[in-house]
């Protein structure tokens, strides 16, 4: 069969991979000038690594998992409130990995031969008949296929095309900040593994290493207006987290604006399951998961109670 995969983030070339390793003709396409993934870290929870299994392409990947200690939720001070044992985790459910984005791209794309991938085409349209469907990118067809899985992200332009009623995406009001850094010599502390939470205002810091020499931060709190840029998102939280254990300020300030990534996460509505007919178009993602994990579909997190 013959399958075009619009984008080649995460997904795309976790399916573009999926899909030539079961003997389909697979395309893919990416507007941008080179394969890359931007960002910080992921973790990617045990039913992700299944995934990957099932793809082949767990291996290089697993290096990566969590090592044994002890991991949860903790109040903004560093106190415990739920904590859980890594070495209990890994026996009942498995264990997550937690790698950086673009190493995790590099690893999902490598079995994918490189005269199967096609940059610097930004796909702006499909045109279904009865026997496929007709990719258009810069006004002219550059592909034939059979269907095609428009994996182009959560702006996706697409989706439009393939449900002209779709409502669009939903604003969460949340802001997230995602950061990496060397790890500190000598830094011996329980908040690795952790996730820090304010019931006053439902801001979040979660810490997590990444190998031996990493450290892989994200905040998640109430965002007030537009996006700020990297410089003032740090200013606001580090005002927001001063009374915090001292950790969380010292990590975010260590971490420079060029390093940090501002999101305003947003979830697309479910798109319908009716298609218009002829077309063998699919749209993903239905569900998407946040950008700082991997695990299959999710919902929006909820602001803990006060």
Known sequence: MRIVVVGAGLGGVAAAVGLHR????????????????????????PNGLR????????????????????????????????????????????IPVIIDRARLHRALRAPLPAERVRTSTPVERLEPDSTGVTVIADGEPVARADVVIAADGIGSRLRAQLFPGHPGLRRTGRMDLRGMLPRPP????DLLTSQ???RRTGAMFGLYPVGEDLLYWFTDSVLYGTPPDAEEARRWMLSLT????????????????ADIYVGSP???RPCPRSRSAGSRSSATPRTPCRPTSA???????????R
């Open 22 to 45: 079961l003997g389909h003709e697979v395309t893919l396409f990416e507007r941008g000038a080179e394969l890359r993934e931007a960002g910080t870290g992921i973790v990617v929870m």
């Open 51 to 94: 995934a990957l299994d099932t793809l082949g392409l767990a291996e290089d990947v697993r290096e990566h998992v969590m090592r044994e200690g002890r991991g949860g939720l903790r109040d903004r001070h560093g106190r415990p409130l739920l904590i859980t044992d890594v070495a209990q985790v890994r026996e009942r459910i498995g």
């Open 186 to 189: 000598g830094l011996v502390t």
């Open 196 to 198: 820090l939470v304010d």
């Open 242 to 257: 001063a009374d915090w254990h001292p950790l969380v300020a010292t990590l975010i300030e260590a971490t420079p604006p």
């Open 266 to 268: 947003a979830w697309p």
């Open 295 to 305: 695990r299959g579909p999710a919902r929006p997190s909820r602001t803990p109670p």
